[in-house]
């Protein structure tokens, strides 16, 4: 499990230095994709880092993730993991940072000896007053 623990968390801290390619060299090229931004399912790309650098220029600098109350579970060639991230970062034109915490699931599968990416799930709680906001504002100390 440290394997996975270890790609799991040197994914989250390569987007601190805005190296795409880098990140992406932890997912399998067909890996399945639903993060925060529409669409519903984010198309494949195949390892072409361009989707994740127009995502990341959209920011003063790289953004910041922190991986939170990381729980793996594996059999065999096959693991998933949970945890809760946080996101910091300036938007462009900003002078202030956000923070974000966001739930994510991963699905892994050990390819030629490594632990690759193969399926990311990231949401957000939305409330159930009939708002349907997005719950932006939590932080899982309270």
């Not at 799991?8 to 931004?37: C, F, Q, S, W």
């Not at 809760?84 to 915490?101: I, K, N, Q, Y």
Request: aromatic share 8%; charged share 25%; net charge negative.
């Amino acid at each position: 499990m440290n394997e996975i623990r270890e790609v799991i968390e040197r994914k989250a801290a390569l987007l601190e230095t805005g190296d795409a390619k880098a990140i992406l060299a932890h997912y399998t090229p067909n890996h399945v994709e639903y993060n925060l931004a529409p669409p519903l399912r984010q198309p494949g790309n195949d390892g072409d880092p361009a989707a994740l650098e127009a995502w990341m220029s959209t920011f003063e600098a790289p953004p910041r993730r922190e991986v939170t109350d990381l729980e793996i579970t594996t059999d065999g060639d096959v693991a998933f993991a949970t945890s809760l991230d946080c996101l910091s970062a300036v938007p462009r034109g900003a002078t202030e940072p956000f923070t974000l915490w966001f739930r994510v699931t991963l699905g892994l599968r050990r390819v030629d000896g490594r632990w690759l990416v193969t399926h990311e799930h990231e949401s957000v709680p939305f409330e159930m007053d009939g708002s349907f906001r997005a719950s932006t504002g939590l932080s899982p100390t309270g």
